[in-house]
């Protein structure tokens, strides 16, 4: 994890993201709102990409406390929401474990404040990644105070794509497999009566 000049804000990963709606928005049905958002993982334990995972959570361990104090004082609520979540612990609709052996953070950002894309050059990107891919984020943490809801959340700043993986999901459609053409044959038809799964 590497801090920016603001202390808020921090450089994680890489990590492997889910749920990556970072090159077109979608409406949040929840609040309203259209925005851009990706969930990343955080594995618990070494990885090829990622060699000390718990220097990497705790560093956002901290990064979430200091944005508690900075909302919260010393008032600190005895129950608040905590943006890093255990995988193993927290689980899907079917009584599963959603991400087992990772930490998560989810993080979004409005419409209107879309997240910086870039490659590992820092050149821009707009298509090509997938759920399932990995990279680093950028993330502002602040503190919430609401009346029936208090506890640090993310502002989603950039992303920056490093390693492609095994993709969650459908995944993007590519060309691969696909030849230039540059006039249409016809040649081989055998007519709109012809059955492909007869025997010839």
Not at 24 to 42: A, G
Not at 70 to 86: E, V, Y
Not at 102 to 124: A, H, V, W
Request: a negative charge; glycine letters at 10%; hydrophobic letters at 35%.
């Amino acid at each position: 994890m590497v801090k920016t000049n603001d202390p808020l804000e921090v450089v994680i990963g890489p990590v492997r993201f889910s749920y990556l709606t970072v090159f077109k928005p979608k409406k949040n049905d929840l609040n309203d709102t259209v925005e851009y958002s990706v969930t990343m993982l955080i594995p618990k334990e070494p990885h090829e990409h990622l060699a000390d995972p718990k220097a990497e959570i705790k560093g956002i361990a901290d990064t979430i406390k200091l944005a508690l104090a900075n909302k919260f004082g010393d008032k600190i609520p005895a129950k608040w929401k905590n943006p890093l979540r255990d995988g193993d612990t927290e689980t899907n609709d079917a009584g599963d474990p959603k991400y087992p052996g990772n930490y998560f953070i989810t993080s979004k950002c409005k419409q209107e404040y879309p997240p910086l894309l870039i490659d590992g050059m820092k050149r821009k990107v707009e298509s090509g990644w997938n759920s399932g891919d990995w990279g680093k984020v950028k993330l502002k943490f602040f503190g919430f105070d609401q009346p029936a809801n208090k506890g640090v959340s993310s502002g989603l700043r950039a992303v920056q794509f490093l390693f492609k993986d095994e993709s969650f999901g459908g995944g993007e459609a590519t060309d691969d497999g696909f030849d230039v053409v540059t006039t249409a044959a016809t040649s081989g038809s055998k007519g709109t009566d012809w059955d492909p799964f007869a025997d010839e």
